[in-house]
């Protein structure tokens, strides 16, 4: 199966999340997801995978300085592909299991 991990260069966490995948000798699919954010359909998908709410992938700041964060349900799902430095990161996918990599050990449950 292939790992997919939605990645921001700039993120520690998403750094790190990438670095440990790597060491177990996993080369993911690296999509940088600020570049080519996914369709409301894909994020909706991710958030099943994740069995949480879109709420819970918010980072609140940046949803704040979006405009976005009193948004709930598909608003906010949409409103998190239009402004994709909203959401959480870094996300990682292995089949249809899915986790956020905070902390990076996170995704050791996936792999």
Known sequence: MMVRIYHNPRCSKSRQTLALIEEKGITPDVILYLDTPPSPQELAELIEML???PEDILR?????????ADLRGQELIEALCAHPR???????VN???AVLGRPPENVLDIL
């Open 95 to 97: 089949g249809h299991k």
């Open 60 to 68: 609140k700041k940046e949803a704040r300085e979006e405009g976005i």
């Open 51 to 53: 069995g949480m709410q």
């Open 86 to 92: 909203a959401l959480e990161r870094p996300i990682v």
